[in-house]
């Protein structure tokens, strides 16, 4: 079983003539089956984070280390590699492909991976059934609710049965309903197949779906959870 | 003063478009280019179209001025000038002033310049047109000398009170320049090939004493008709009685042809424009949504929102259609301004510029009307069904896409556009240019429905395949099929375009190049003046001929004879060959009639070979008789054969020297045909001719080959302007394509970097983005090439079955070949390297939305 460590990790912007620590010094672990996620404002570095953790990003110092690889360090090809067999992204902004159906949007992953459409819609099938969107899998985006759009970006980011989950404001264009929905789902995927999870949100009702939250402020974690996820904190 | 529209005030609508501008520059930028372009080639192929017919109207008009009629001779040869005296006595007549015009060579020390020496009185001032209202002073400048047009004079590097030379009829006549004639002078004669002199000095120069080729007439106020009946009885059948500017409706005539091309390009070139702004304002929608949902977000009502856009749309529309006729006027004033060669030597053709109001105002038209329709998506939102689209609907769903109702609609609109321009063109071939334009639109039409095809084709076919980043590229392609199928339409005119007309044009210069070898093939050297293309300037032989058929190794020496004759609306080259000549006609040209009779018929005497297109004018055909008016009278001939047009739109009459000479009353040959003796080499036989005409410097000797090339390069001077409006349209279209597709690129870069986080390295994503483009060229390539093959059919059978050219249809593969591969190559390599960067989006970049 996998899991993400990062240790002492810092990044810094610089821009204005003003250098922003944007994370600062940050150490966190996601263990196997680990549903964590990392609550904060705005421009208090938890894209960074995510970023560095998906290998998009390399840290000014420390690691990001992931099955013991720092991926944070890997060379361009490796770290698409890395993401195409290893990781699930999911987007707040979906980034599903318009003239795609569902089905195919959830299976394109797999034909960068050299697999042909029919044996990647083949892999995908279960997973969109998984996300009860079996019925729409013919449909196309623009037919989609928001919701449903972002179970197909769900549906995407397993489709390669990752061994990491990393999601960014997935609920963040959702109603509430729909976003515990969402977040539901995730929780079950990641507990039922042992994967770690890391969720970057500034919804406090996220929360209350995680196994634990942490708090960013100014690009360094908060020891106190913050008043407004205190009554929601698992 | 700022009155308010709808309750908006007018300085608000200026203030949101700056906004827009700022917060979207390089969107506006690339609509404004897109519907610049397509205004540009709308308005240089318009402005060249009209540019060689208006030149000629100023010229025209600038001589004749208030004349309403004119006496015209039938020959070079002209009639005596007591005729114009007396025809200013007639009753009625109030200003009666004569012309001598002869075509000539000026050579100064630079060099030589083909000129038309025109010989006037000091009376033409009388007739107030704006190229001798000046010349009252002038006439005195002219006294003794030439009036030479400013470009002739540095052309050839004189100046005034310089010597030159005139050559003409054959002979050289050392003159002198008297003045320099610009624009403030002569108006629009400055910028033509016309030298003026004093008549007497001119009939001197020509040896034409006491004869004039023209008189001009202004009827006193009232008196029109009665003048115009005089001048005819008068005239007794002998002197052709025309309008002043008569000379108009022969051009207007002799360039139909081109006209006509250049019309279907015109058109063509709209459809393109307008699909070229369709695009950029394609690309512009999701932010125009964005405004509308701001908009009323904020209460404005749907009228305001309507009158914001429309606004918008127009301020955009009118800069970038200012911005494409001045391109378009650069354009037709550099590479389309060419006035053929046979066109300036049988008509008054200048070099000017001319734009009329009409052309400025129909481009402008179409590049704001472009922009309003291009600019409609957004006003969907305004629909009460619709109101909160704008917010909720994300670009790429279906309000993009072609609904299958209207591809399959569309695609049978198509078909039955094409079957509708192939039933019309069967029955009447004369409408061909009109189902030019009609299979352009068909072009447009097919394309939905060959993308739906081709896309579901693609798709089934990808499934199969590992690792095809065909997935992801057809996947994009649907997701942005209207702008996929708005630049696949692009394609597909340029192409339809220049494969229709550049395969018609193919088939015509082949044509031209035979009939011209088979026409100057009669002999080993040719014998003639200067740039006489059309062999119709004569010259006296003065014992030339008699002189080169005592030369060494010459056989025979026969005297050809040409001129251009007048017959209602056509200008028509009349050919005399002597009966002992070899061919009297040629075999490749000839329509109807056995070769053999015809040929005895023309050697015979008392018959003539005419023109397809004269002959079905007058419903004629062989063994029929029409009187052609010659200088001697209408002269009753039989019809031996019907002929192409052998290259001379108008069309041609072909005859034996003998019935010639008498009834255009001269025996001096306008070239000499000489054969040699078996043995002697064209280029020897050449040299022994060359070394008889000493003494004659107007004179030249050609071979045969020499003389098919000269022709050859005129043919393909006259048929330039359509060959680089042609290839200008397909960079253009390229250039587009690319530029669009770039765009589309460009702007989708947040979702090539989510692609690039779920894996997708980024020589997987330039791959698809290649294929991506490739796919849309293809099928806009593919849809233009068969219309345009189709077209060129179409247009070759017209040409022949119209016009009378001698057009044979060929695929010409080799050329549909190189017309795909220009534009694919050209878009496909600009395309390359934006692809390329956005296929190094960094994956961040689909955080940043």
Redo the contacts between chains.
Sequence with gaps: MSSLELLDVVKHYAGGGEVVRAVDGVSLTVAAGEFVALYGPSGSGK?TLL?MA?G??APDSGSVLFDGRDVARLA??ES??????E?G?V???F??????SAL?NAA??L????????EA?RLARPWLERVGLSERADH????LSIGERQRVAIA?ALV?EPKLLLA?EPTGNLDSRRGQQILTLIRELCSERGIPALLVTHDPQAVAFVDRVLTLQDGRLDDEPRAELRAVSP | MNPKILGVRVSMLFHFYGWRLRRHTAQELLAGSGIAVGVALVFGVLAANTSVFGSASELVHGLTGSAQYQLVARSAHGFDERLAQQAGRLPGVQYATPLLRENAIIVGPYGRRPIQLIGITPSIVTLGGAATRNLDVGSLLLAGGLGVPVDIARAVGVRSRQPVTVLVNGDAARSRVRVVLDKSTVGSVADSSAVVSLLPFAQALMHERGRVTQVLIKARPGAERQVAAELRRFAAGRIDVKPADNELRLLAEASKPNDQSTTLFAAISVMVGFLLALNAMLLTVPERRRTVAELRTQGFDWRQVLLVLGFEALVLGLISSIAGILLGDALSRTFFHHVPAYLTFAFPVGAQHVVHTRTILLALGCGVLATLIASLPPVFDLRPSRRADAIL?????????FGTDTTLWLGGAGVAIMLVVTGLVLIVPSLTIVGGVLLALATLCLIPAVFAVTARAL?RF???????ML??A????????TRSIALAGVAALAIYGSVAVGGAQHDLLRGLDRTTTEYLNTADVWVTTDDNIFIADRFASEGTAAAIARAPGVSAVRVYQGDMLDVGARRLWVRARPADDPQMLQPSQLLRGDLGRATARLRQGGWMAISAGFAAEHDLDVGGTFALPTPSGRVRLGVAAITTNVGWPPGAVTLNTSDYSRYWQTRDPTALEVSLQPGVSALAGRATVARALAGRPGLQAQTAAQRIDLYEADTRQGLKSLGEISTLLLIAAALAIASALSATIWQRR??LA?????????Q?LWRALLLESAVVLGIGCAVGAVLGVYGHALASRALKLTTGFPAEFSLGELQVFITLTLVACIALIVVAFPGFLASRV???A??Q?
Excluded at chain 2, 393 to 401: L, V
Excluded at chain 2, 462 to 468: A, F, K, Q, V
Excluded at chain 2, 754 to 762: A, E, M, V
């Design positions: 894209t970023l998906a998009l990003m361009e090809r698409a590699m890395f993401r195409r067999n990781v992204f987007f707040q902004g980034h599903l492909m318009g003239g795609a195919d394109i992953k034909v960068g991976d050299g697999a042909t459409l029919a819609r196309k985006p623009g037919r995407r390669n960014d | 609907r994300e670009a790429g769903g279906d309000s993009e896409g798709a990808s499934e199969h395949i590992h690792g095809s997935v992801v057809v996947n994009e392609l649907n997701a942005t099929s947040a979702r989510s692609l690039k986080i779920q894996g997708f390295d980024r997987q960094s994956p961040r689909s955080f939305e």
